[in-house]
C-alpha cells in the first residue's frame, strides 16, 4: 500500500484532529489544505452536535460535517442542516423507561437540531450557558425525534455503564462512547459515524476503499471497520482507546503530535 493515497479523508475531532485546548495547528490546516486543494474532499466525523461546530468552521469552513456520530450531516459553508436520522419517541420512552427501572440513577438529555434538553439533575459537562441549551423533563424530552439520547452515571464505571446501556437497547438502537464518563451516545438502529460517511463518499462517487479515516475513541469503529473491510485505511492515534487499536490499519501520533498531518504527509 506504500503507493496508496485517499480520494476521501475522514476525521474526527476531539482527542483527533482538534488539540487537547480545542484548536487545530496551523502545521494541520496546512496540510488538509493541501489535499482539499487537490482536490480530495475534507469531512468531519464526530460525536459533537451542530451547535459545537460554530469554531471549527471559523478554521475548516467548508464541506460536510458528519455529526451526532451520523445522525446528521451539516453543510459547513451555509451551516444547513442537509439530512438528521433521528431516533423516534415510541423507542426513547421504552429505552429510557427500561433504563431508569435497571438503574435508577440514569440521567438523560437530548440533542435535536441545535438545541440540546437535560433533566435538572443531569450535569451537562459543556456549554452549560449556551444558547439553545436548556432543562427539561424526561417526559417532556421523548415527545419528538432526536438525533441523540445521552444517558449518563455520575457514579458506574464508563465501561459497565456502557455495556449495561447496550444489554438493555439491545438492536432498537445504535450505542457508542467518546468519552472518558459513564456516558453512552444512543443513535437510531443503523446510524453511526460509518453510515453518515458512507453517505458523504457516495456524493463525491467515492468507494470505501478510497477513504482514510482518523479516530481515537470507541465510536470510530464502525468508521474504521468500513474502510479496512474494502481496503481503506483506518488510523488511530497513538492515545486511541483499546478498542479502536484492535481494529486500526494504522498507528499515527497524538493530536498534540499533529498526528493527522503527519501520517498524511507521508502519503
Keep these: 500500500m506504500s503507493d496508496w493515497r485517499p480520494r476521501l479523508i475522514a476525521s474526527d475531532m476531539d482527542g483527533t484532529l482538534l488539540r487537547w485546548d480545542d484548536t487545530v495547528s496551523e502545521t494541520t490546516v496546512a496540510e488538509l489544505g493541501r489535499w482539499r486543494a487537490d482536490g480530495v474532499p475534507v469531512v468531519l466525523a464526530t460525536g459533537r452536535p451542530p451547535r459545537w461546530m460554530h469554531r471549527i468552521r471559523e478554521v475548516l469552513g467548508y464541506g460536510t460535517a458528519v455529526c451526532c456520530n451520523g445522525a446528521v450531516l451539516l453543510d459547513l459553508e451555509t451551516f444547513e442542516i442537509l439530512r438528521e436520522e433521528p431516533v423516534h419517541p415510541d423507542v426513547l420512552r421504552s429505552v ?31 456549554d452549560v450557558d449556551a444558547p439553545g441549551v436548556a432543562e427539561a423533563t424526561l417526559e417532556e424530552m421523548v415527545v419528538q425525534p432526536v438525533a441523540k439520547l445521552l444517558a449518563r452515571h455520575e457514579h458506574l464505571p464508563r465501561d459497565e455503564f456502557v455495556a ?29 459515524k460509518a ?21 481515537d475513541m470507541p465510536n470510530d469503529i464502525a468508521a474504521f471497520e468500513w474502510v479496512r473491510a474494502a481496503g481503506g485505511r483506518a488510523v488511530a492515534m497513538a492515545h486511541a482507546h483499546p478498542d479502536l487499536m484492535a481494529v486500526a490499519t494504522d498507528v499515527t501520533g497524538t493530536n498534540e503530535d499533529d498526528g493527522v498531518a503527519a501520517f498524511l504527509a507521508a502519503l
Aim: aromatic fraction near 8%; hydrophobic fraction near 40%; avoid cysteine.
Design 164 to 192: 449495561l446501556v447496550e444489554e438493555v437497547i439491545g438492536g432498537r438502537a445504535t450505542v457508542t462512547n467518546s468519552s472518558t464518563d459513564a456516558l453512552a451516545e444512543i443513535s437510531a438502529a443503523g446510524v453511526t
Design 195 to 215: 453510515s453518515g460517511l458512507a453517505t458523504v463518499a457516495a456524493r463525491h462517487g467515492i468507494g470505501p476503499e478510497d477513504v482514510v479515516v482518523f479516530g
Design 96 to 126: 429510557t423507561a427500561e433504563l431508569r427501572r435497571r438503574q435508577p440513577d440514569t440521567w438523560f438529555a437530548v440533542e435535536y437540531g441545535l438545541e440540546f434538553r437535560h433533566e435538572p439533575i443531569y450535569k451537562p459537562r459543556w
